[in-house]
């Protein structure tokens, strides 16, 4: 995706993303807006890497300017860096019963798939996005099943597993 593996002197960076679905070469440069002395939109990763901040600056260059990126989806990134093709749902329109076999699925093919939620729920939090590692189902002591879904944090180290009743 980065064209060249080091921090360059001129600080600027060249970067593959696909638009419309077509790779293209976006340059940038390691000048972000701020807000009280801090990147104003992402943040460098805790240990120092600032590949996010300049993720988004190509995405934002590739729509006009930060603006006209307000929010965006994690099926829009996913095209944007890969050029695969890639889907959203939305949980509300499923069945408990449908969402479980679709997840059990595709996680079992390999697929990525990305969650996020807008309020907190189950120990995740609002705003983040999450990776769905792996579902398991199993029979609790009284006789009823429980479905788990194993959740990554990709700012977090460890794992976090929420219920799915």
Known sequence: ??????????????????????????????????????????KPTPDGGWWLPLLEKAYAKVHVNYEMTSSGTHAEAARFLTGAPAREFETSYQSVEELWVSLSVNL?????????????HSGLLPGQGYIAKDVVKFKKADGKVARLLKMKNPWKKTENIAPNN
Do not use: W
């Open 1 to 42: 995706m980065f064209h060249q593996k080091k921090y360059t002197h001129e600080g600027i960076f060249a970067l593959k993303v696909h638009v419309k679905g077509r790779p293209e070469d976006v340059t940038v440069d390691d000048l972000f807006p701020t807000y009280s002395n801090q990147p104003a939109f992402a």
């Open 108 to 120: 079992k093919q390999n697929f990525v798939i990305t969650a996020a939620c807008f309020v907190e």
